[in-house]
């Protein structure tokens, strides 16, 4: 499916928001951190924040995950002042403390503006998400960045937590495919599907990556495909087989 193709099913705010999420591109995974910073402080309801602040918890967020998995293809050379770098360095101590070191915080404010903060609302292509979620305003130490009213109502809408879910989960399959080596052919050599446990597992190394139903939720707007309603995180879930119809003529496996 096309990413028009996905937008046009939920031709909103909340569609924008899972066109950028779940169909960019991941050269690495500052997105994810941007992301998950945007909805923690949105659903606090502060419209306005000191670029510091919100580099603060983009910078936590991403090194809670660095020290379990790679935010980078690891045949990726990284220099000694690029923020992975720094991140990596910095991580104990930023852990132990629980906010970023001086050190680590500097060079988020160095790279977020013209990095991720430029890049977050791009497709492939050279195209963008139909909506914003945020701006960057002002100059020097007084930049500010800005949530608009449509990442405001993501936050607080009935979807927000189904929302942080999605991210995560596909967080979790990008790192995997890059601690695999394997990049976007990761659903064919990295992963296999535990129909027991609902749960994605890591072929290689053995171990569970994220929740089926979380990973599928959000390529079907949080919603289920016989009732349409929203799926809650407790709710009792069923994933279904559905074999496409192309398949089954090509095969000629079913008959009229």
């Known amino acids: 499916m096309s990413g028009r193709d996905f937008y046009a099913q939920d031709a909103s705010a909340r569609g924008s ?5 779940l169909m960019g591109a991941n050269s690495r995974t500052y997105k994810f951190a941007l992301g998950q910073a945007l909805l923690e402080l949105g659903r606090h309801g502060q419209e306005a924040i ?7 918890a983009y910078s936590l967020g991403l090194v809670r995950h660095l020290t379990q998995n790679p935010q980078a293809p690891q045949a990726e050379k990284l220099g000694e002042n690029d923020f992975l ?3 990596a360095e910095e991580s104990a101590a930023t852990l132990e403390t629980g906010r970023p070191t001086e050190r680590l915080l500097a060079a988020a404010l160095r790279s977020m503006p013209t990095m991720v903060m430029q890049k977050f609302h ?5 195209t ?18 800005r949530l608009t009213p449509d990442l405001l109502q993501l936050a607080h809408s009935e979807q927000a937590t189904g929302l942080a879910a999605e991210l ?4 979790n399959i990008v790192e995997t495919s890059f601690a695999a080596g394997i990049g976007r052919s990761l659903i064919e050599e990295g992963i296999f ?18 929740g089926l139903v979380e990973a599928t939720a959000g390529f079907q707007h949080g919603r289920c495909l016989i009732c349409d309603d929203v799926l809650g995180l407790s709710d009792a879930v069923a994933v279904d087989h559905v ?3 192309s398949l089954m003529h090509r095969f000629d496996s079913v008959g009229a």
Do not use: M
Request: net charge positive; glycine share 6%; charged share 25%.
């Open 193 to 210: 599907v535990d129909w027991d446990t609902l749960q994605i597992t890591d072929k290689r190394r053995r171990r569970s990556v994220t």
């Open 17 to 21: 928001w899972r066109l950028a999420v």
């Open 122 to 126: 791009n497709l492939r292509g050279d």
């Open 168 to 171: 995560g989960t596909r967080w």
């Open 85 to 87: 770098a720094v991140a």
């Open 128 to 145: 963008a998400v139909p909506h914003t979620f945020y701006r960057l305003t002002g100059t020097g130490r007084h930049r500010v960045v």
């Open 50 to 56: 000191p670029l510091a602040e919100f580099a603060a």
């Open 243 to 245: 074999f496409p119809f």
